[in-house]
């Protein structure tokens, strides 16, 4: 039962480094989701994706890129890092027709 | 656009007492209404939810009726344990097209003593 997984799940980038976030769900859903959590600013939308093909922004999209491989797989990337970035990142996902979301484990990212 | 205000912590409790966390919320449409709980280090997991208005959400003890009247969603529990010590964060979600978007509040640190 693995649900949403997230690797890795700690990183430390040096500014203006690059890297890609991976996010994977056995779960069959069609939806899947990127947040950041802050403290004192609970969980914002990065990026979702409806569906295996589509893409979408969400609150705080600058910064970032994303993939949705396929239907199992929706990747995060950070062209060049910056110590605004550091953050924990959640990646959910949820099945067409249901509201709630299923959320992994997270990734710590400090930028320095 | 859709926005969830939940009260500020941390709150301190001591073990067996009562627990409410509020939670107002704002939105368009018919939102379905949640709390999800973070222990330290983990994930989101999902706690209770409720979909349509006097619904009323439950699991562990921990209880949330939605009232539409008052947009509010606040979460109790009868008797605190030190194992419910979390972060609660309660989330609205609207349905759009077959997906949605869950929305949070900023979250509630509850820390219970023995």
């Known amino acids: 039962n693995a649900g949403v997984t997230q690797t890795p799940k700690f990183q430390v980038l040096k500014t203006g480094q690059s890297m890609t976030l991976q996010c994977a769900q056995d779960?069959?859903?069609?939806?899947m989701y990127w947040y950041r959590q802050d403290p004192g600013m609970g969980l914002r939308l990065i990026y979702y994706?409806?569906?295996?093909?589509?893409?979408d922004k969400g609150e705080v999209p600058n910064g970032y890129n994303v993939s949705r491989l396929n239907k199992r797989e929706f990747s995060l990337r950070l062209e060049s890092a910056a110590p605004s970035q550091t953050s924990v990142y959640f990646c959910?996902?949820?099945?067409?027709?249901?509201?709630?979301?299923?959320f992994g484990q997270g990734t710590r990212l400090t930028v320095v | 656009g859709d926005s969830v205000t939940q009260m500020e912590g941390p709150v301190t409790l001591s073990e067996e007492a009562f627990l409410t966390i509020n939670c107002t919320y704002t939105?368009?449409?018919?939102?379905?209404l949640f709390w999800y709980v973070q222990y330290p280090g983990e994930g989101l997991q999902l706690l209770l939810k409720?979909?349509?208005?006097?619904d009323k959400g439950s699991n562990k003890g921990f209880e949330a009726t939605y009232r539409k009247e008052t947009t509010s969603f606040h979460l109790e529990k009868g008797s605190v344990q030190v194992s419910d010590s979390a972060v609660y964060f309660c989330a609205l979600s609207v349905m759009n097209s077959g997906y949605s978007t869950l929305t949070f509040g900023k979250g509630t640190m509850l820390l219970v003593s023995p």
């Open positions: 994706s409806a569906s295996e093909g589509t893409t």
């Open positions: 409720a979909t349509k208005a006097d």
């Open positions: 939105a368009t449409g018919y939102p379905s």
């Open positions: 779960m069959n859903h069609n939806s």
């Open positions: 959910a996902s949820s099945g067409r027709g249901y509201t709630e979301a299923f």
